[in-house]
């Protein structure tokens, strides 16, 4: 046999290495059945052989070619040096043979977490639809409509009356008396007659009412009258059922009266303070006309206590007031003469002066006596004798 031996020195190996090495690693090398053998490999591992070394160069025997195809990349016809940054063409047809056709039916999707996407319409297409139906714009106030219910909520019902919108029928106006639930009086899919009572361009909304035109009328002048009744009864307490009597006490100031007369009025009404009397002007001056109101303060009612307003009086009694003083509308009045005023006022005076208490005579002997019955107090250490 013979065997091809190159002796190479480490030096030059070692720029072979680099030289091959880099070679391969960046660049696809050419189609070649050149074999190369180092120190100490057999000529089976070379690819030479006693054989093909004795042919001429170009033998197509299949002892001297190879039986690859060109440009294989195996290590036999590459040579012994493979790197791992040996990268096939981009245009391998080997390479697509591995493709899983899982990959390629997704045709260009990142993942299969987003394939699903694919199918789904671009968003451009998802605009919404234009609304049909009648512009609310063109909606006339006051008109009588009908409609089908579409849906109910606790504060209405939203119906179409063939409009861009549907319109809002309040629960306040399903009917003129009241309504608890929506439901007691219409349902989903009813026909209604619904009234237009509102149109709101600007925020799109559009009000109903079930409830006639002469039928809101009479509920709207009802309320006004019920209105007005309530506060007509709140001004009545507010100024407990006092007059305009400024031009009457005006008068009467101006003229004088006597205040120590006692002159017959009328109880109006009563409160937790007082009572309030209309009195005729001219019984004070003969000078004067009219009435007017003044106020009986619960202490001025008689001398002694009084508990309640209506143990003493009641509306529409007969009462003797006098008239104490007037202060712009406000008029003070008293059901106490002069003189029970007086008494009155010495017994409060008297009660509120400083009181006597009068103890035993002997206080300080008995005070003695108690300090010596009383024990004495040391505070001394505590002594216990434990030798028994």
Same mark, same amino acid.
């Given at each position: 046999?013979?065997?091809?031996?190159?002796?190479?020195?480490?030096?030059?190996?070692?720029?072979?290495?680099?030289? =091959?090495?880099? %070679?391969?690693?960046?660049?696809?090398?050419?189609?070649?059945?050149?074999? =190369?053998?180092?120190? *100490?490999?057999?000529?089976? +591992? /070379?690819?030479?052989?006693?054989?093909?070394?004795?042919?001429?160069?170009? @033998?197509? @025997?299949?002892?001297?070619?190879?039986?690859?195809?060109?440009?294989?990349? @195996?290590?036999?016809?590459?040579?012994?040096?493979?790197?791992?940054?040996?990268?096939?063409?981009?245009?391998?047809?080997?390479?697509?043979?591995?493709?899983?056709?899982?990959?390629?039916?997704?045709?260009?999707?990142?993942?299969?977490?987003? +394939?699903?996407?694919?199918?789904?319409?671009?968003?451009?297409?998802?605009?919404?639809?234009?609304?049909?139906?009648? !512009?609310? /714009?063109?909606?006339?106030?006051?008109?009588?409509?009908?409609?089908?219910?579409?849906?109910?909520?606790?504060?209405?019902?939203?119906?179409?009356?063939? +409009?861009?919108?549907?319109?809002?029928?309040?629960?306040?106006?399903?009917?003129?008396?009241?309504?608890?639930?929506?439901? $007691?009086? =219409?349902?989903?899919?009813?026909?209604?007659?619904?009234?237009?009572?509102?149109?709101?361009?600007?925020?799109?909304?559009?009000?109903?009412?079930?409830?006639?035109?002469?039928? #809101? #009328?009479?509920?709207?002048?009802?309320?006004?009258? #019920?209105?007005?009744?309530?506060? %007509?009864?709140?001004?009545?307490?507010?100024?407990?059922?006092?007059?305009?009597?400024?031009?009457?006490?005006?008068?009467?100031?101006?003229?004088?009266?006597?205040?120590?007369?006692?002159?017959?009025? /009328?109880? &109006?009404?009563?409160?937790?303070? *007082?009572?309030?009397?209309?009195? $005729?002007?001219?019984?004070?001056?003969?000078?004067?006309?009219?009435?007017? !109101?003044?106020?009986?303060?619960?202490?001025?009612?008689?001398?002694?206590?009084?508990?309640?307003?209506?143990?003493?009086?009641? &509306?529409?009694?007969?009462?003797?007031?006098?008239?104490?003083?007037? !202060? *712009?509308?406000?008029?003070?009045?008293?059901?106490?003469?002069?003189?029970?005023?007086?008494?009155?006022?010495?017994?409060?005076?008297?009660?509120?002066?400083?009181?006597?208490?009068? *103890?035993?005579?002997?206080?300080?002997?008995?005070? &003695?006596?108690? !300090?010596?019955?009383?024990?004495?107090?040391?505070?001394? +250490?505590?002594?216990?004798?434990?030798?028994?």
């Amino acid at each position: 046999k013979l065997t091809s031996i190159m002796f190479i020195s480490k030096e030059t190996l070692a720029l072979w290495c680099l030289s =091959v090495g880099s %070679a391969a690693a960046f660049s696809t090398p050419a189609a070649s059945t050149t074999r =190369v053998a180092f120190v *100490g490999r057999t000529a089976a +591992a /070379t690819g030479f052989t006693a054989a093909n070394s004795q042919h001429a160069t170009g @033998c197509s @025997c299949p002892a001297c070619a190879s039986t690859h195809a060109a440009g294989c990349l @195996c290590p036999s016809c590459r040579g012994t040096t493979a790197l791992f940054a040996d990268a096939a063409p981009e245009d391998s047809e080997a390479v697509d043979e591995d493709v899983p056709s899982e990959v390629l039916a997704m045709d260009g999707v990142e993942s299969a977490d987003e +394939a699903h996407n694919v199918e789904r319409p671009a968003r451009q297409q998802l605009k919404k639809k234009k609304p049909t139906g009648v !512009d609310i /714009t063109e909606l006339e106030v006051g008109s009588t409509v009908p409609g089908t219910v579409k849906s109910l909520a606790s504060y209405g019902a939203f119906v179409d009356i063939g +409009a861009t919108t549907d319109g809002l029928l309040h629960i306040s106006q399903l009917s003129t008396e009241f309504v608890g639930d929506v439901s $007691d009086v =219409v349902k989903e899919g009813q026909e209604v007659q619904v009234r237009i009572v509102n149109v709101d361009t600007t925020k799109g909304q559009v009000g109903l009412s079930m409830i006639t035109a002469e039928e #809101a #009328a009479a509920s709207q002048a009802a309320a006004a009258e #019920a209105r007005e009744a309530r506060q %007509a009864a709140r001004d009545r307490r507010q100024n407990n059922n006092r007059r305009d009597d400024s031009g009457v006490l005006g008068a009467l100031k101006s003229k004088g009266w006597d205040t120590s007369a006692m002159v017959e009025g /009328t109880v &109006v009404s009563t409160v937790d303070f *007082g009572c309030f009397v209309r009195v $005729d002007a001219s019984k004070l001056n003969s000078e004067c006309e009219g009435e007017f !109101d003044g106020l009986v303060h619960i202490s001025a009612l008689r001398s002694g206590r009084v508990g309640s307003v209506t143990d003493v009086v009641s &509306v529409d009694d007969k009462v003797q007031v006098r008239v104490k003083s007037i !202060d *712009g509308t406000k008029v003070s009045l008293t059901m106490l003469t002069e003189d029970d005023e007086n008494a009155k006022a010495e017994a409060a005076a008297s009660s509120g002066g400083p009181v006597e208490i009068e *103890g035993a005579k002997d206080w300080k002997e008995i005070l &003695v006596k108690f !300090d010596e019955n009383m024990p004495s107090f040391q505070n001394l +250490a505590v002594i216990e004798d434990r030798r028994k």
